[in-house]
């Protein structure tokens, strides 16, 4: 059986690879576009969802080796974005193999206990749902965004052979 853990990061990271080189083709006034619904500009929820892992692989324990960027700093270009998203996902498949237990996050007045399936399962679904956000943005512009499942990754890593329906 292919290794689960490191097939379901790779997915992840594949799909936000797809949609930044989907998007450094968009203009200033697309990258600043907005739906209802959504968590703000692509421009923002791009800067948003890729930043995130890096956190994410710090509440998981150890030190996260890539460029550092957070929410509300400058927009670090695409080059930044992609640098962290091929940096965290190896980084988030090492912890997910061998993190057991809880971890604790947030402020120092404030701090939350979290199981560490918690943070694995939330570094995947963050992503998600503000990739398709950024998708909905995308169409709303009249742009086919890029297919980013399971099914297209599969497709494209050869892990998916459909037949042959020439």
Known sequence: MADFIEGIYRQNEWATLRLLDACRALTDEQLDAR????????RETLQHFVTA?????????????GPVVRDGDPWPGFDTLEAIARTAAPALIERARNATGTVTIGPADAPEVADVTVILAQALQHSTEHRSQVCTILTTLGIEPPGL??????????????????
């Open 35 to 42: 739906a209802v619904g959504a968590f703000g500009t692509v």
């Open 53 to 65: 892992e890096q956190r994410y692989v710090h509440h998981l324990g150890g030190a996260y080796d």
């Open 149 to 166: 499942s399971g099914w297209d990754w599969g497709e494209a890593t050869g892990a998916l052979v459909l037949p042959d329906r020439a």
